[in-house]
């Protein structure tokens, strides 16, 4: 199977316009397509969207969703095999309708049944931070540019969920993938926002990235160029900023965030892109390491890893199916996001973790 189909299966400055709270909260299980515009767009220039169901005012959960990354000619050209998804189309798998897990409606197991949710499309190849547009060169001399502008995208939703819901009790920042990996920012941009709501974390399928610092996937996309000051008061730069440190930059910030990270032993997109970007290994020994090192840092930070290689978990049946230690993922959300102390969850060694 190529990288490409395991992602496809595994994976500011806007107008709107506000509907009345009434108008969609009679039914529940609608989704509302919101085409912010203005500074928004898709990788190739497509009009950019997300997707808003509402249901209980007072309990929000937004999620980010993934979809691989591009940094090169090779990774970001859409004519030949890109390695992220370059439209918000529920084609691209950029549609909560097409999912399950935390978008299954039908299921009364679902934590998030009763939640109002907005579910953020990804199709920048940026993990949602970039602010550059990239112009990239194929083999046979052709151009193309790319527009990297995940930030104005993620901007756009952020100014949604803050105008549509004015003052929740609870707000769940998830993300899946590359949502994931933006997602301390977020969680934390949304808890300084919210300064009487609860912020409760969830990152699936994005802990198992130990490298070094991407210098130059940070400058391709422009991410720097994203960071609100406040974020980046240790003054960390492209090539001093781990991925794990987003977490440790967004808990300086926002301390009341409660994180937690999902991930599976050895999730096969994850040693993808290890490999593709040139540190490959095994998954589990170094999510090891990065969840010892983060825990140090953050005590209040929990975690769970399922055994097997399958990819992030809120999108897909595998949400209902994964249990490890006697502890069902479900029940592990379920109690996480009702404001619940859960306990660090890992499968039994490394062969009960295969």
Known sequence: MSLLCRITRTLLGGVFTLVPLAAIAEDSTSWETIHPGGATRCATGTPFNFHVREADPKRVMIFFNGGGACWDAGSCDVTARPTYRPFATAEAGNDPRNFDGAFALDNAENPFLEWSQIFVSYCTGDVHLGTQDREYTRVDGSRFTVAHQGWANSNAALEYLFKRFPEPGQVVVSGGSAGALSSPLFAAIIARHYTQAR???????????????????????????????????????????????????????????????????????????????????????????????????????????????????????????????????????????NGGAVEDIHCAGPEGCR
């Open 199 to 337: 912020v409760i974390h969830f990152a699936g399928g994005a802990g198992g990235y130990r490298l070094p610092p991407p210098a130059a996937l940070w400058r391709q996309w422009g991410v720097f160029e994203a960071f609100p000051d406040w974020y980046n008061a240790p003054e960390e730069t492209p090539e001093t900023l781990t991925m794990p440190d987003l977490y440790r930059l967004a808990a300086a910030a926002a301390p009341t965030v409660r994180f937690h990270l999902f991930d599976h032993a050895y999730d096969a997109v994850q040693e993808d892109f290890l490999r593709m970007l040139g540190h490959p290994a095994e998954l589990l020994p170094g999510l090891d390491a990065n969840l010892a090192e983060l825990k140090a840092d953050l005590p209040a930070l929990r975690s769970y890893v399922s055994p097997g290689e399958f990819h992030t978990l809120l999108r897909y049946r595998e949400l209902y199916t994964r249990e490890a230690g006697g502890v069902r993922a479900v029940d592990w959300v379920r109690s996480l996001i």
